[in-house]
């Protein structure tokens, strides 16, 4: 499973230039609005088909291999965007029977069905989508998307639109339906937990530039630019929840202020991880222990990056660095209040 | 009132509808197909050929039917060719009145389906196309579906303008009793000849129809689906 992007094109002033190479089942973009995410996954579906273009799906050349590129219908793709494009005249089923692209009607209504029952749509197929909320509309789409038997699903911002169980029960579902059915996925997105939750392969794209690819946690820990830093330069930290308590995978407890249960993912802004030399007493923080192993000063701030049973980076000021004389390295304390630390339900668990 | 109706020649009502109906189903095809290549198409001369397009609306009946009584008159090159297929002349006949309808309801026709065509959001033809839809089946399946309400708005616009056409089908097919007079020229005649109660009868009638017209439009342009 390998994805090959390159894609060249320039419109009304904006270059986009992007490289992308990737062999995990997942692959994420994330960046900010403008930077050239949805281009991209316009361009691979040959929908703006201007520009060069290299798009190389599982070793089946779409587009840019010396012949013509393929038009949009051959490209074998399943897309979910984040405005519904069902079909507004058309039942559920009828939705999803479209993008069945073998059989008569009747076979088609009957692939149409297991896709349904996939994605647990099926109490709804007679219903037409204005009829449905848009978890279940963005559930059904998914069926869509994957009936055609895509060699890639293109996922645009999906979950942006829903509230957040909702949001929760379909990164799950997409999860496991690509590994069922081993379709890999392009996700866009600009929620960083999600990136970071979700992604096997990590592409930052800045204006019209990939500027850093990599393993989720490989590009949250060394982020190449402050802006990355800031977008998805977050502690990820996996383990199961238990209430307010999570255990962590590699030991060592958190004190979370929401409750969860099972498999969870925590994040938490290196900004909101405070480095003392004495532990802190009193109040309901976490105290974590660990060694100083680099400092990595980036002007107004030092990313500070600490081992130890839960690794965590730190983000503090220059006077501080002083102050405790990180430079040194050696034994710190780390806290963290309960509120900072964000769980999300782990999907990729 | 009684003796009015059963005295009143119907053969205008009979004729009318079927013209009206040839007329509406030719505005109809002619009218999508023109909305789909001025909403979608790019060409030069678009926005020339979207003004010809709605210029029977502006136009006066009686102008609009004497271009078409040169186009397809006797002397003309369509009408000759008519005459030597059919053996007789195509104006003053039924069917000079169903293209003198056709042509002054097509425009009602192709301006609300331009309208519906062109609000039918991109995002839904570029889906059933990443679906693996040919272009074919996205006009039939996607866009016009999306569209219809516009386009049968339209068409019923079409229809109660078909049924209500006087000056250019008198100009092309004239005033024949039972054979080009349509109920509008009907109601004419009706009152040249001082016979108020058959002319106010069918005038209701008209009247009625045009009604049912708008009332039909006014239901597929509320609420979509």
Redesign the interface.
């Known amino acids: 499973m390998s994805l090959e992007v390159r894609v060249q094109r320039s419109v009304g002033g904006f270059d986009l230039d992007v490289d992308l190479r990737s062999d995990a089942l997942v692959t994420v973009l994330i960046g900010p609005s403008g930077g050239g995410k949805t281009s991209t996954l316009r361009a691979i579906a040959g929908l703006d088909p201007s520009g060069r273009q290299h798009v190389v799906v599982g070793g089946w050349v779409v587009a840019g291999g010396g012949g013509p590129d393929l038009p949009t219908r051959a490209r074998r793709l399943g897309m979910v965007t984040q405005a519904s494009t069902l079909l507004p005249h058309r039942s559920v089923l009828r939705n999803v029977a479209l993008a069945v692209r073998e059989g008569d009607r009747p076979t088609r209504d009957a692939e149409a069905r297991t896709w349904l029952e996939r994605v647990g749509a099926t109490a709804w197929a007679e219903r037409r989508p204005s009829a449905l909320s848009g978890g279940q509309q963005q559930r059904v789409a998914l069926a869509r998307a994957l009936a055609g038997g895509p060699r890639l699903l293109l996922l645009d911002e999906p979950f942006s639109a829903l509230d957040a169980p909702s949001r929760t029960a379909l990164r799950g579902l997409v999860l496991r339906l690509a590994e069922e059915t081993a379709t890999p996925v392009l996700l866009v997105t600009h929620d960083p937990t999600e990136a970071l939750t979700m992604a096997g392969h990590l592409a930052v794209i800045e204006d019209g530039r990939i500027t850093q690819q990599g393993s989720a946690s490989e590009v949250a820990a060394r982020p190449r630019s402050r802006w990355v830093a800031e977008l998805v330069g977050l502690n990820l930290l996996r383990g199961v929840a238990d209430g307010t308590l999570v255990r962590l995978d590699g030991g060592g407890e958190l004190r979370t202020a929401d409750a969860a249960h099972g498999p969870v993912a925590v994040t938490v802004h290196p900004r909101a991880v405070s480095v003392h030399r004495i532990r802190p007493g009193g109040s309901p923080r976490n105290v974590l222990t660990g060694e100083v192993a680099d400092l990595d000063a980036r002007g107004d701030h030092v990313r500070v990056r600490i081992t130890g049973p839960v690794p965590l980076v730190a983000e503090v000021t220059p006077q501080a660095v002083a102050e405790l004389d990180l430079g040194a390295g050696g034994t710190v304390h780390l806290a963290v209040k309960a509120t900072e630390l964000q769980v999300h339900p782990d999907e990729a668990a | 009132m009684t003796e009015t109706l059963a005295g009143i020649d119907w053969a205008p009502l009979w004729l009318s509808l079927r013209v009206a109906s040839l007329a509406t189903l030719i505005a109809t095809v002619l009218g999508i197909a023109g909305a789909y290549v001025l909403a979608r198409g790019r060409f030069p001369g678009r926005r020339f050929l979207e003004a010809l397009a709605s210029l029977p609306i502006v136009l006066p009946p009686t102008v609009l039917g004497y271009y078409l009584l040169v186009t397809i008159g006797r002397r003309s090159p369509v009408g000759r060719a008519w005459e030597s297929l059919t053996g007789g002349p195509l104006v003053f006949t039924p069917t000079a009145a169903v293209i003198a309808a056709a042509l002054a309801s097509t425009p009602f026709c192709l301006r609300a389906a331009r309208a519906a065509i062109t609000d039918v959001?991109r995002?839904?033809e570029?889906?059933?196309?990443?679906?693996?839809?040919?272009e074919r089946r996205i006009v039939f399946?996607?866009t016009l579906?999306?569209a219809?309400r516009g386009i049968l708005a339209g068409i019923a616009l079409a229809f109660a303008r078909a049924l209500g056409d006087f000056g250019t089908t008198i100009m092309v097919a004239g005033n024949v009793p039972g054979r080009t007079q349509t109920m509008p020229i009907a109601v004419y005649d009706r009152v040249q000849a001082f016979d108020y109660a058959t002319a106010g009868v069918l005038a209701l009638i008209l009247s009625v129809v045009a009604v049912l017209a708008l009332l039909v439009v006014a239901r597929f342009e509320r609420a979509?689906?």
């Open positions: 959001d995002r839904y570029e889906a059933a196309r990443v679906a693996g839809l040919s399946e996607v579906p999306i219809q979509p689906w």
